[in-house]
């Protein structure tokens, strides 16, 4: 046993490592449980399958926060006297990194979705082929990753990945799913475009924008899968990928559940951006009330109040008329009554004389 008071530099280390992507990673659940508390409450009528999807991700993102706590628990609390100058890998640990491929899985699966929808649906070829790449590499990435797993738990020392063996599948297993969200990335950004859909809401301002590219386009799972490729590629023996790892799958989790939540809600259900223009002519069509906050066109606008002034102009000319015809008329009917009474006087004056 190694003095508590006096720890190695490499103990350090990797206490400080464990407990910095313990800290982030009991953030990010934070905002994954709040995420689906907000799906649930505006979102009641989505569809099935959505919502399965959403209770799976939360379950298996609440189930390996709390591994990663028991881990954490284990290192700090229970081994708390033992030497940590080198990491073993807990059954824990194995089943945690078991439920990161199986998140990541999940929320890549998703946006193959979304690419098979908005790159054209079944009748296009750049559709299918996007979507297939996509599914290719996530498939890989999951094999390699299952197989370092089970490599992970054979081994139990973390430091092990410095052999060619472990980096090199690991490091295959990182690289495809990082040229997954790549692919991702690149083909929402193309697909969502406002030449393709010209009549798709904009974002307004930079935080809006922000949170389009990194939530609904995927740029925040290429730039988490990126940053794991790149500590792990750099140093597979240190245990800086650990704290990367940690954070990695609550990533994913919270990237797919605010594509969810950004969208606009009609009656409890959910619409994606290249949805809305559809819904706003069904809606005036149908005389249906709706949800949606729809931009105008500023010619539009103004054409809309020059009508409406111009309508006016008219309605109050034509009254303006109608009142003056009418006391034209009425003048007309006087003057007749006034003529026609003196000449009935006048009548009766000379009746009177003869």
Same mark, same amino acid.
């Given at each position: $046993?190694?003095?508590?008071?006096?720890?190695?530099?490499?103990?350090?280390?990797?206490?400080?490592?464990?407990?910095?992507?313990?800290?982030?990673?009991? =953030?990010?659940?934070?905002?994954?449980? =709040?995420?689906?508390?907000?799906?649930?409450?505006?979102?009641?009528?989505?569809?099935?399958?959505?919502?399965?999807?959403?209770?799976?991700?939360?379950?298996?993102?609440?189930?390996?926060?709390?591994?990663?706590?028991?881990?954490?628990?284990?290192?700090? #609390?229970? $081994?708390?006297? /033992?030497? $940590?100058?080198?990491?073993?890998?807990?059954?824990?640990?194995? #089943?945690?990194?078991?439920?990161? /491929?199986?998140l990541t899985l999940i929320a890549q699966l998703f946006f193959a979705g979304r690419l098979y929808t908005v790159c054209g649906g079944p009748t296009s070829i750049i559709s299918r082929s996007v979507s297939m790449v996509v599914l290719f590499c996530a498939f890989i990435a999951v094999v390699f990753g299952l197989t370092s797993v089970g490599q992970i738990f054979q081994q139990r020392q973390l430091t092990a990945f410095a052999l060619p063996s472990m980096a090199v599948i690991g490091g295959i297993s990182q690289g495809f799913a990082a040229v997954a969200n790549i692919i991702i990335f690149i083909a929402m950004c193309w697909s969502l475009r406002p030449a393709r859909y010209p009549d798709m809401i904009l974002p307004d301002g930079v935080f809006e924008k922000i949170t389009v590219l990194f939530v609904g386009r995927g740029l925040g799972l290429t730039v988490i899968q990126l940053a794991y490729l790149g500590i792990f590629v750099a140093s597979p023996g240190k245990p800086y990928w650990i704290a990367v790892q940690m954070v990695t799958p609550r990533v994913y989790a919270n990237v797919v559940l605010g594509l969810l939540n950004t969208r606009e809600v009609?009656?409890?259900?959910?619409?994606?951006?290249?949805?809305?223009?559809?819904?706003?002519?069904?809606?005036?069509?149908?005389?249906?009330?709706?949800?949606?906050?729809?931009?105008?066109?500023?010619?539009?606008?103004?054409?809309?109040?020059?009508?409406?002034f111009s309508h006016q102009g008219e309605n109050s000319g034509g009254s303006e008329i109608e009142e003056g015809s009418k006391s034209f008329i009425d003048d007309q009917n006087l003057r007749s009554i006034h003529s026609h009474s003196h000449g009935s006087e006048h009548a009766y004056d000379k009746g009177s004389l003869s």
């Open positions: $046993m190694s003095n508590p008071s006096s720890p190695s530099s490499a103990e350090v280390e990797n206490l400080v490592v464990l407990f910095v992507g313990f800290a982030f990673a009991t =953030f990010l659940y934070g905002l994954t449980f =709040f995420q689906a508390y907000l799906y649930f409450s505006r979102y009641s009528n989505d569809n099935a399958w959505t919502k399965v999807l959403v209770g799976a991700i939360f379950v298996l993102d609440t189930a390996s926060t709390g591994l990663v706590s028991d881990l954490i628990y284990h290192y700090l #609390i229970t $081994m708390f006297e /033992v030497n $940590m100058d080198v990491l073993y890998a807990t059954q824990t640990f194995c #089943i945690q990194d078991l439920l990161s /491929v199986i009609k009656r409890g259900v959910g619409l994606n951006e290249e949805e809305t223009l559809s819904d706003q002519h069904e809606s005036q069509n149908n005389g249906l009330p709706s949800a949606l906050r729809f931009r105008m066109p500023l010619s539009t606008k103004a054409t809309q109040q020059s009508l409406s």
